[in-house]
C-alpha cells in the first residue's frame, strides 16, 4: 500500500501526463509559442479563479517557477 507521499507524487505524475499530452495538442493547433503560453497561464488563474485573488496566484506561479529553474537550468542547459 502506498503512502500519502507517495499517493501525493502519484497523483502529481498523473497529472503531469495529462498536462504533457495536452502541450502536445496545444502544439498541433498553434506553432505560435506565446499562445501556448499563455493559454497555459489563464488555465492556471481559472484553476484558482474566485477562490484566490490575481496577485496570490501570480505568487503561486513565481514560486513554482522558483523551484523549477535550477531544476531545468542543470537539466536541460542552453546551447549557445
Known amino acids: 500500500m502506498a503512502t500519502p507521499n507517495e499517493e501525493?507524487?502519484?497523483?502529481?505524475k498523473r497529472a503531469e501526463k495529462k498536462a504533457l499530452e495536452l502541450l502536445a495538442a496545444?502544439?498541433?493547433?498553434?506553432?505560435?509559442?506565446?499562445?501556448?503560453?499563455?493559454?497555459?497561464?489563464?488555465?492556471?488563474?481559472?484553476?484558482h479563479k474566485?477562490?484566490?485573488s490575481a496577485d496570490k496566484i501570480a505568487a503561486i506561479v513565481q514560486g513554482h517557477?522558483?523551484?523549477?529553474?535550477?531544476?531545468?537550468?542543470?537539466?536541460?542547459?542552453?546551447?549557445?
Do not use: C, R, W
Open 26 to 47: 496545444m502544439k498541433a493547433a498553434t506553432p505560435k509559442k506565446v499562445d501556448i503560453e499563455l493559454a497555459l497561464l489563464v488555465a492556471i488563474f481559472e484553476l
Open 50 to 52: 474566485g477562490s484566490v
Open 65 to 80: 517557477l522558483k523551484q523549477m529553474v535550477p531544476f531545468y537550468g542543470e537539466k536541460h542547459p542552453v546551447a549557445g
Open 8 to 12: 501525493n507524487f502519484n497523483d502529481y
